[in-house]
């Protein structure tokens, strides 16, 4: 038997001319759970763990999984029972930790919109650190604080104004972004945060972007960031610890970013040499705990040729994976049966009524109706950014681990999709 991995799916391989993920064969997981399918292997998102567990052997770092790249309970679950934190974005976020099992003492709660009612609700679950992205924000945690006669601890996001070298939709901290505080004003709103009696600083944050692939710009934020805890600990507000977000990127087709292990590396030394090596640090990565830990099993449902271009239209659309259409990314798709066929160039597209519906263009594939392919690369930023459009129950997810195949969500009814609605009166 032959065995093949496929590129950054250390998890996905071809044993003969099968797909498999980890000792299941993909065809399998079709057959008994239908198509379109997300299936993810627990063994690749805890690899992906114990590169960043590695890179921070013997220092004080608290890893908090940025849910929002895939936040599905089981998910979750995996992360929670492994030991890390997490990074949310909403109450509806928090209460998934809840129902995860998770700790809530190791959650940080980063976004420029939190409202009243979700900081009052993350107080009153005892969360461990608010992220707070405005001088107005600073404002209104202290008041809800107060009025809960608690003290909030804030982390103040610092927008660095450095280019992460990455798609503009998903780079977060130059100066045209929306998040953070300037750099140029942080000195003073840390002075500020540190008047109000609702407010406890214990830390300073930033987050510079997403699918980063260069180590420079994490350097470049890592050296910003630390002059700014020189100045505001001279201004005498002490800085816990020192968070220092999420990004790092993964292989979607050919891209080269640094293991997790190497990065940290790197970035230790800066802060060994800068004196900061035995601070308490936090991390928020997302994409690179589960983006290669998951695929997308899909079927063919129809070749149609053209006069411009072939069509492979399958039964998962733009609504299950929103990234191509969104930032006309790239995601991998591989048959789940290879085959040694004449391959034909095709747009691979779902059957949403959109011209933007498309998974993958000029995709060389040897298929026939009833094949089935594999979407790579589909553990992150796609499940959790489906949505129901053209009425299409989102899909269900499989997690494979050492004891096989787990069903963690089941397929979305059409009943699901309007369950909430209500008819007029008659
Ligand atoms: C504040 C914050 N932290 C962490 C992340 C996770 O990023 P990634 O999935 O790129 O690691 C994001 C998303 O970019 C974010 O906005
Ligand atoms: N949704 C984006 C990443 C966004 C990061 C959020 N801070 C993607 O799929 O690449």
Redesign the pocket.
């Known amino acids: 038997m032959t065995q093949a991995l496929l590129p950054g799916h250390p998890h996905v391989l071809y044993r003969d001319d099968q797909l498999f993920v980890d000792q299941v064969p993909a065809a399998q997981l079709a057959e008994q759970f239908g198509t379109p399918l997300f299936v993810y292997s627990k063994a690749a998102m805890l690899d992906a763990l114990a590169a960043y567990q590695r890179g921070f052997a013997g220092r004080r770092a608290q890893i908090c999984y ?1 849910m ?2 895939n936040s599905s309970l089981a998910i979750l679950q995996v992360f929670a029972q492994a030991g890390c934190g997490f ?1 949310i974005v909403s109450a509806g976020e928090l209460a998934r930790v809840q129902a995860a099992g998770g700790d809530l003492s190791k959650v940080i709660f ?1 976004g420029v919109g939190k409202t009243r009612a979700e900081m009052r609700q993350a107080l009153q679950l005892g969360i461990g650190c608010f992220n707070v992205e405005s001088e107005s924000e600073l404002e209104v945690l202290n008041e809800v604080a107060l009025s809960l006669q608690v003290q909030a601890p804030v982390s103040i996001r610092v927008n660095p104004n450095v280019d992460p070298k990455t798609h503009p939709y ?1 780079s ?1 901290g130059l100066k045209g972004n929306k998040f953070g505080v300037a750099h140029d004003r942080a000195v003073q709103t840390y002075q500020r945060a540190a008047g109000l009696p609702g407010l406890r600083v214990v830390g300073i944050d930033c ?1 510079i972007g ?2 980063i692939t260069q180590v420079d710009p994490y350097l470049d934020a890592m050296d910003r960031i630390l002059d700014l805890v020189e100045a505001i600990e001279q201004a005498g507000v002490p800085i816990h610890h020192i968070d220092f ?4 990127g993964i292989n979607y087709n050919g891209d080269t970013p640094p293991e997790a292990d190497a990065l940290w590396a790197r970035l230790l030394a800066k802060l060994d040499a800068r004196g900061f090596g035995q601070r308490q640090l936090m991390i ?5 705990l589960v983006g290669n830990a998951g695929i997308c099993l899909t079927e063919v449902l129809y070749l149609k040729p053209g006069e411009q271009k072939n069509f492979c239209i399958v039964d998962a659309a733009m609504n299950d994976l929103p990234r191509p259409a969104m930032y006309e990314a790239f995601h991998g798709i591989v048959p789940v049966q290879a085959s040694r066929a004449q391959a034909t160039l095709y747009d691979v597209v779902g059957p949403v009524c959109e011209s933007g519906d498309w998974i993958g263009r000029e995709r060389a594939l040897a298929v026939q109706p009833g094949d089935q392919l594999a979407v790579l690369s589909a553990g ?1 930023y796609c499940m959790s950014m489906s949505s129901n459009y053209n009425t299409r129950g989102r899909l269900a997810e499989v997690l494979v681990d050492e004891a096989g195949a787990h069903l963690i969500r089941r397929r979305e009814t059409a009943q699901d999709t309007f369950a909430l609605e209500n008819l007029l009166p008659a």
């Open positions: 940025a929002k790249a990074d980063s998903i977060t987050h997403s699918q977000g999420g990004g790092l928020e990565p997302g994409r690179s992150a």
